[in-house]
């Protein structure tokens, strides 16, 4: 399939645009949220899309260190500049690795990863003390299900070992942004796990049908004449088992190749 994200809504620079990009915070009470968001290559054609990378990542924490509320629902929307490909490319079902360690998901889905990324989660099991849980993300290029594709980021931890899924639901997004990749934390893990910091990148070349193809691709859409752009390149909305919702935008560049 290949899905057009559409034009990208922009704000100009006049210039190279020299802005450094920093991770935004948003703050309800005590409760903090930070998101970050990467594009690379940041130099692109100004016409004609080119294989990309999208990396985003956030984190949770109490202003005052104290215990923060279960992160339930993550939402990634991302700008309508460039598109998004996976015709030819192989799914993974979430049979297949689930339940499975991070070796034997490679081994039965390899060929249908798109990213990787990690996480980290605080256990908070009754009777016990709290404790941080790291473990690494691999993202699966996902069938469809009621009209919507799917991401598939499998959670593996070694120490304990364990593993969940992450299903990330696409679908279209509204304004600037054109695509919307949503997750819910499973219901099994309500119990006891508290997501307090991820981060995960999207990038996969692949062949097919005889042609090079690439599951995100960009141009840098400054007009004519304007070495390149600034522009809001994604969004996060964080909703929290109190009903808490944060939102955070951030803005990025780009340049003209």
Same mark, same amino acid.
């Given at each position: ?6 034009? $990208?809504?922009?704000?100009? =620079?006049? +210039?190279?645009?020299?802005? &450094?990009?920093? @991770?935004?915070?948003?703050?309800? #009470? ?58 030819? $490319?192989?799914?993974?079902? =979430?049979? +297949?690795?689930?339940?499975? &360690?991070?070796? @034997?998901?490679?081994?039965?889905? #390899? ?58 639901? $696409? ?10 990749? &949503? ?7 309500? #119990? ?58 951030? $803005? ?6």
């Amino acid at each position: 399939m290949r899905r057009r994200l559409a034009t $990208l809504g922009v704000l100009l =620079v006049a +210039s190279a645009c020299a802005c &450094t990009a920093q @991770a935004e915070l948003n703050q309800q #009470g005590n409760l903090v949220v930070r998101f970050d968001s990467e594009l690379s290559p940041k130099r692109l054609p100004r016409h004609r899309p080119v294989p990309i990378a999208v990396s985003v990542s956030g984190a949770v924490r109490d202003a005052h260190g104290g215990e923060v509320p279960q992160l339930r629902r993550i939402s990634v929307a991302i700008n309508r500049a460039g598109q998004l490909e996976d015709r030819g $490319l192989p799914t993974c079902e =979430v049979g +297949s690795i689930q339940p499975s &360690t991070e070796a @034997a998901a490679r081994r039965i889905c #390899g060929d249908a990863i798109v990213g990787h990324g990690r996480v980290t989660v605080l256990a908070r099991l009754d009777n016990q003390r709290s404790f941080t849980v790291k473990g690494r993300l691999l993202a699966f290029n996902g069938p469809r299900r009621g009209g919507h594709k799917l991401i598939l980021a499998q959670v593996y931890t070694k120490d304990p070992p364990g593993a969940f899924v992450l299903t990330f639901k $696409l679908k279209r997004g509204k304004g600037i942004y054109g695509t919307v990749m &949503t997750t819910t934390l499973p219901r099994r893990a309500w #119990g006891w796990a508290y997501l307090t910091a991820f981060e995960m990148t999207l990038h996969r070349t692949y062949e097919a049908h005889g042609k090079s193809r690439s599951l995100l691709s960009a141009a840098c859409a400054a007009p004519e004449g304007f070495p390149g752009a600034v522009f809001p390149f994604a969004k996060a909305t964080y909703g929290f088992d109190t009903g808490q919702t944060l939102t955070t935008t951030a $803005l990025r560049t780009c340049k003209v190749r």
